[in-house]
C-alpha cells in the first residue's frame, strides 16, 4: 500500500494568500519606484513630456547627439510618432581603449496618442541643445473658446 | 578632434533612466543628475562624451583642480515655455555634475571642449611626461 501525504486543502487558501500579499508587495515596491522617479515609462525611448497652452500642445524629447536629419516624425490620426537613429561615433578602435560606455546608440520608435485633435497641417519640429521639441496646433474646434455672457435688462 | 564618421547598424537603442544626483551634493536649487559618458584613451589624449541635453556653452564649466575633473552643466529654468500647462511628464529636467579623478597627468593648457547638440567632447591631452614613451632596443 502506498501512502501519500496530500496537503489537507484548508491549506490552500493560506497559501495563495502569501502569494497575493507577495504580489501585492510587489506592486507597492513598483509604485514607489515610479513615484520616486517621476518615470512611468521605462524601457521606452525617447521618454516625452506633453504640456499645453490654449492654442497648441508641446511634445519635448531629450535626444542628444541625434542628427536632425536623422529624426523622423509623422502624424497620422492624432498619433505622433518619433523615429530615428542615434548613430555610434566610430573611433579609431585600434588606437582608442574604452574605460567607460554608458552611452547608447541605436534606432528607436515612439507613438503617443495626442489628448487632443491636432491641425495635421500646422506642426513645427525644432531640434535644439540635443532636446527635439514638436508643436502641434490644436484644431479649431479644440481650442478653448471665449463665450460672451450678454447681460439682460 | 574633428567630427567622427557615424556607423549605423541598425541595434535597437536600448534606453537608461536618468540618474539624479541626491544628497549633499546640490547647492542649486532643482535637480541635478549625473550625465552618461564615455570616456576613451589614446596615446595622446583622454576623451569625455558626456550627454547634456539643454546645456549651453554659457551654462557649462569644467573644472580640473588636482587631478579632479568636474563636469557642471546649467539649463535654463523652464524647458517649457511660459503659460504651459504639464500633461505627461516622463522625465525631469535639471542640471548635470560628474566628477572623475584622473590618472594621467594632463596639460591643462591644451583642454579643448566642444559642445554639440546637447553632447560634450572634452579632449584632454596629456602631458609630456605622461606620454608612452618608445624605448628604441639595440641589437648589439
Given at each position: 500500500m ?5 496537503p489537507?486543502f ?17 506592486e ?5 519606484l ?7 515609462m ?22 542628444p547627439?541625434?542628427k536632425a ?7 497620422e490620426?492624432d ?7 542615434r548613430a555610434?561615433?566610430v ?14 546608440w ?10 487632443v ?16 521639441t514638436v508643436?502641434?496646433?490644436?484644431a479649431?474646434?479644440?481650442?478653448p ?9 | ?13 536600448e ?5 539624479e ?18 570616456i ?16 549651453r ?21 523652464g ?13 525631469e529636467?535639471g ?8 590618472t594621467n ?13 546637447g ?14 614613451r ?7
Amino acid at each position: 500500500m502506498i501512502l501519500r501525504a496530500v496537503p489537507s486543502f484548508q491549506s490552500w487558501p493560506l497559501a495563495f494568500g502569501e502569494l497575493d500579499e507577495m504580489r501585492r508587495g510587489m506592486e507597492r515596491l513598483f509604485a514607489s519606484l515610479v513615484e520616486s522617479t517621476g518615470l512611468q515609462m521605462a524601457g521606452v525611448y525617447p521618454a516625452l513630456n506633453l504640456s499645453e497652452d490654449a492654442e497648441s500642445v508641446h511634445v519635448r524629447a531629450e535626444l542628444p547627439g541625434v542628427k536632425a536629419d536623422d529624426l523622423a516624425i509623422t502624424i497620422e490620426n492624432d498619433t505622433l510618432t518619433i523615429a530615428g537613429e542615434r548613430a555610434m561615433p566610430v573611433e579609431d578602435y585600434d588606437q582608442v581603449s574604452y574605460h567607460r560606455r554608458e552611452r547608447e546608440w541605436g534606432k528607436f520608435r515612439r507613438s503617443l496618442a495626442v489628448p487632443v485633435h491636432v491641425d495635421p497641417d500646422h506642426i513645427e519640429a525644432r531640434y535644439r541643445d540635443g532636446i527635439l521639441t514638436v508643436t502641434l496646433a490644436k484644431a479649431p474646434h479644440a481650442r478653448p473658446k471665449q463665450i460672451a455672457v450678454r447681460a439682460e435688462a | 578632434m574633428t567630427e567622427k564618421t557615424m556607423e549605423r547598424t541598425g541595434k535597437e537603442l536600448e534606453p537608461r533612466t536618468k540618474q539624479e544626483l541626491t544628497g549633499a551634493e546640490t547647492t542649486r536649487p532643482g535637480r541635478t543628475f549625473s550625465p552618461t559618458v564615455d570616456i576613451f584613451e589614446n596615446d595622446d589624449a583622454i576623451t569625455v562624451l558626456a550627454d547634456m541635453p539643454g546645456v549651453r556653452a554659457d551654462g557649462l564649466s569644467i573644472d580640473l583642480r588636482e587631478d579632479v575633473l568636474t563636469i557642471d552643466g546649467r539649463v535654463e529654468d523652464g524647458l517649457e515655455g511660459k503659460g504651459e500647462r504639464v500633461l505627461v511628464r516622463e522625465y525631469e529636467t535639471g542640471g548635470y555634475r560628474r566628477e572623475f579623478r584622473l590618472t594621467n597627468l594632463i596639460d591643462r593648457d591644451r583642454i579643448d571642449a566642444s559642445l554639440r547638440d546637447g553632447v560634450l567632447r572634452l579632449t584632454l591631452p596629456k602631458a609630456d611626461a605622461a606620454r608612452p614613451r618608445r624605448i628604441e632596443v639595440r641589437a648589439r
